[in-house]
C-alpha cells in the first residue's frame, strides 16, 4: 500500500512563489518569522497568539545558513530547514510556511505585504525588521510578550546535562 503525502506539505512555499500564494489568502495576514529549531509550548503558544491577530498567517523560516550566522552555537539548527518546514506546516494555525536565506526576513515580508506583523516579546516594536514598511502601507505591528519562558537553547542544554 502507498500513502500520499499529508496534505500539510501543501502549505510550504517556496520564496519565488510566496506573492502570488499569499494573495490567494484570507485577509488581514498575518506575518512572522524565526527558526523554531526544535518546536516548543513557547513556539506554539506564540504561534497561535500570532495567528489570532489576523485571518491567515504566513511563517518565514530562517535556512539553515542563517541559523548558523545567528550564532546560537555550531550544532544548531538541529533541525534541518526541510524538517522544520514540515514540522511548521502541520500546525493548523499556519496558512503558509516559507523560508529566507538572507539576514532578515524583509523580501519576504514585501513579497506577501502583510497587514499585521509579529514577533516575540524580546523584540521591541520598533526594532522588529520589516516594521517602517508594514506601517508605510497602513498595517500593525505587534510584539507579543513570552507566556511560557521557554527556549531551544534552554532546552539543549537540559538535554546535554542528562
Not at 8 to 34: H, M, S, W, Y
Not at 133 to 148: A, C, L
Amino acid at each position: 500500500m502507498s500513502y500520499a503525502l499529508p496534505d500539510f506539505e501543501t502549505k510550504i512555499c517556496p520564496p519565488d512563489q510566496l506573492a502570488a500564494r499569499a494573495a490567494q489568502l484570507a485577509r488581514p495576514l498575518v506575518f512572522t518569522n524565526g527558526c523554531f529549531d526544535i518546536l516548543h509550548r513557547g513556539h506554539v503558544t506564540y504561534l497561535a497568539q500570532a495567528a489570532a491577530l489576523g485571518t491567515s498567517m504566513v511563517v518565514a523560516l530562517n535556512s539553515d545558513a542563517s541559523v548558523k550566522r545567528l550564532g546560537k552555537g555550531d550544532d544548531r539548527p538541529v533541525n534541518t530547514l526541510e524538517d522544520r518546514l514540515a514540522v511548521m506546516a502541520s500546525l493548523g494555525c499556519v496558512a503558509l510556511v516559507t523560508w529566507f536565506d538572507e539576514d532578515t526576513p524583509l523580501q519576504r515580508i514585501l513579497d506577501c505585504r502583510p497587514e499585521i506583523l509579529v514577533k516575540g516579546g524580546d523584540w521591541p516594536v520598533d526594532k522588529i525588521v520589516g516594521c517602517s514598511e508594514v506601517r508605510g502601507w497602513g498595517g500593525t505591528v505587534h510584539s507579543i510578550p513570552f507566556i511560557h519562558q521557554k527556549s531551544t537553547t534552554a532546552l539543549l542544554d537540559k538535554i546535554r546535562r542528562l
